[in-house]
Protein backbone atom coordinates (compact mmCIF):
# COMPACT_ATOMS: atom_id res chain seq x y z
CA UNK A 1 0.00 0.00 0.00
CA UNK A 2 1.74 3.70 -0.96
CA UNK A 3 0.50 6.33 1.17
CA UNK A 4 1.04 10.17 1.37
CA UNK A 5 3.37 10.88 4.29
CA UNK A 6 5.24 13.89 5.28
CA UNK A 7 8.82 14.73 4.34
CA UNK A 8 10.07 15.37 7.70
CA UNK A 9 13.86 16.18 8.68
CA UNK A 10 15.27 15.94 4.99
CA UNK A 11 19.03 16.40 5.64
CA UNK A 12 19.84 20.17 4.26
CA UNK A 13 22.07 19.17 1.69
CA UNK A 14 19.29 17.02 -0.36
CA UNK A 15 17.33 18.86 -2.67
CA UNK A 16 13.70 17.07 -2.51
CA UNK A 17 12.65 17.16 -6.46
CA UNK A 18 8.68 17.03 -5.66
CA UNK A 19 6.61 17.60 -2.71
CA UNK A 20 5.57 15.48 -0.18
CA UNK A 21 7.14 11.69 0.85
CA UNK A 22 5.28 8.22 0.71
CA UNK A 23 5.26 5.60 2.70
CA UNK A 24 5.46 2.20 1.36
CA UNK A 25 3.23 -0.36 3.39
CA UNK A 26 3.62 -3.98 3.45
CA UNK A 27 0.11 -5.33 4.55
CA UNK A 28 -0.56 -9.16 5.35
CA UNK A 29 0.88 -11.32 7.49
CA UNK A 30 5.02 -10.99 7.43
CA UNK A 31 6.81 -8.28 6.79
CA UNK A 32 10.07 -10.45 6.15
CA UNK A 33 11.05 -11.07 2.62
CA UNK A 34 9.05 -8.24 1.15
CA UNK A 35 10.15 -5.56 -1.19
CA UNK A 36 8.65 -3.60 -3.68
CA UNK A 37 9.60 -0.83 -6.23
CA UNK A 38 9.12 2.64 -5.89
CA UNK A 39 9.42 5.09 -9.41
CA UNK A 40 8.99 8.33 -9.52
CA UNK A 41 9.12 10.77 -12.86
CA UNK A 42 11.40 13.19 -12.45
CA UNK A 43 9.65 16.79 -13.17
CA UNK A 44 10.01 18.28 -16.51
CA UNK A 45 11.64 21.31 -15.01
CA UNK A 46 14.31 19.36 -13.83
CA UNK A 47 15.04 16.30 -16.85
CA UNK A 48 17.83 18.68 -18.61
CA UNK A 49 19.63 19.97 -15.63
CA UNK A 50 22.23 17.31 -16.79
CA UNK A 51 22.05 16.55 -13.19
CA UNK A 52 20.43 13.36 -14.02
CA UNK A 53 23.25 11.06 -12.27
CA UNK A 54 22.42 12.57 -9.40
CA UNK A 55 19.00 11.76 -8.42
CA UNK A 56 17.81 9.18 -6.31
CA UNK A 57 14.85 7.83 -3.51
CA UNK A 58 15.32 8.40 -0.27
CA UNK A 59 14.38 5.87 3.21
CA UNK A 60 13.17 7.40 6.83
CA UNK A 61 13.27 4.81 8.83
CA UNK A 62 14.02 5.14 12.67
CA UNK A 63 14.23 8.97 12.52
CA UNK A 64 17.01 9.40 10.06
CA UNK A 65 16.87 8.91 6.14
CA UNK A 66 19.14 7.04 4.06
CA UNK A 67 19.76 7.24 0.33
CA UNK A 68 18.67 4.05 -1.48
CA UNK A 69 20.14 2.31 -4.51
CA UNK A 70 18.55 4.36 -7.12
CA UNK A 71 19.04 4.65 -10.67
CA UNK A 72 17.55 6.97 -13.48
CA UNK A 73 15.74 5.49 -16.02
CA UNK A 74 15.55 6.90 -19.59
CA UNK A 75 15.86 10.08 -18.52
CA UNK A 76 12.11 10.53 -16.63
CA UNK A 77 12.49 8.43 -13.96
CA UNK A 78 13.95 7.25 -10.81
CA UNK A 79 13.76 3.96 -9.29
CA UNK A 80 14.36 1.89 -6.11
CA UNK A 81 13.79 -1.50 -4.65
CA UNK A 82 12.35 -1.04 -1.24
CA UNK A 83 12.65 -4.02 0.96
CA UNK A 84 10.16 -4.64 3.85
CA UNK A 85 10.97 -4.00 7.36
CA UNK A 86 9.53 -5.96 10.13
CA UNK A 87 8.13 -3.70 12.64
CA UNK A 88 9.26 -2.77 15.93
CA UNK A 89 6.72 -3.02 18.85
Same mark, same amino acid.
Given at each position: ?24 ? +??? !?? @?? &?? $?? /? ?16 ? +??? !?? @?? &?? $?? /? ?23
Amino acid at each position: MLMLASATDVPDDWKKAGGDAYSLI +FTG !GG @YA &GN $SG /TMVFTIPSTLKNTGDLHS +FFI !GR @YI &GG $SW /TIMPSEVIGGSQVRASVPGQVPTH
